[in-house]
């Protein structure tokens, strides 16, 4: 399923910093985009989820979707160590089934 | 609520061997379930959608006869990796579909826990 491309790379920051993810999609049809929150040995679970562009906060929480560029992004303000985890974007398809990126690990250091 | 549990968490098995793993929805009804493998560092790939009733619909590349899928009812779902080898060596995860919308995302799944599956 190569039509959601999310870099792998590990990312870390310091307690505090603000935590920039990104996917890019090349699929039109996408139709909800959701990021999901994946602690090691688990399974995913839902953070958030877009239907159009623009933005939508939850909390330290922004999901941003710019349609037009098919790119989709997560920010997290004022970092803590409990978001240590691996950040998959995910989006739906066909009859809700989910395509996902490959994940960024991302570890907040205290 | 919207629990699904899976079982077993993990299990390490002799090659040619079979392999049973069970995905339940603790709190709802599931009419789908779906069943995907993660290898390390990589994104979970959607290997089956398995609905309640009726047979399961596998994606492309995934042998249907290697891996069955029984959906017997609306709460437990089970993929049997048949004849394993050390190939079939990954994380497998569940997930299953609110058959009640309860607000926001339509049709959200909630994940299981996974299974590491280790074929020696």
């Known amino acids: 399923q190569k039509e959601v491309e999310q870099d792998p790379g590990p990312l870390s920051v310091p307690e505090g910093a603000i935590v920039s993810l990104n996917c890019t999609y090349s699929?039109?049809?996408?139709?909800?985009f959701m990021w999901y929150r994946q602690y090691s040995r688990k399974g995913p679970e839902l953070l958030m989820y877009?239907?159009?562009?623009g933005n939508k906060e939850d909390g330290r929480f922004t999901a941003q979707v710019d349609k037009s560029s098919k790119y989709i992004s997560l920010f997290i303000r004022d970092s803590q160590p409990s978001d240590s985890a691996t950040y998959l974007c995910a989006m739906t398809y066909g009859n809700n089934r989910l395509a996902f990126g490959k994940g960024n690990q991302v570890v907040v250091i205290p | 609520g919207a629990v699904v549990s899976q079982h077993p968490s993990r299990v390490i098995c002799k090659s040619g061997t079979s392999v049973k793993i069970e995905c339940r929805s603790l709190?709802?009804?599931?009419?789908?379930m779906f069943w995907y493998r993660q290898f390390p560092k990589q994104s979970l790939m959607l290997m089956a959608t398995?609905?309640?009733?009726?047979?399961?619909?596998?994606e492309q590349g995934v042998e249907k006869d290697k891996f069955l899928i029984n959906h017997a009812s609306l709460t437990l779902s089970t993929l049997t990796v048949t004849s394993a080898h050390p190939e079939d060596s990954s994380f497998y995860i569940c997930?299953?579909?609110?058959?009640?919308?309860?607000?926001?995302?339509?049709?959200?799944?909630?994940f299981g826990p996974g299974t590491r599956l280790t074929v020696l």
């Open positions: 997930s299953a579909r609110d058959a009640v919308v309860r607000g926001g995302l339509p049709d959200t799944q909630y």
């Open positions: 877009t239907y159009s562009s």
């Open positions: 699929n039109s049809a996408f139709q909800y």
């Open positions: 398995s609905n309640e009733g009726s047979k399961a619909t596998y």
């Open positions: 709190d709802f009804q599931a009419t789908t």
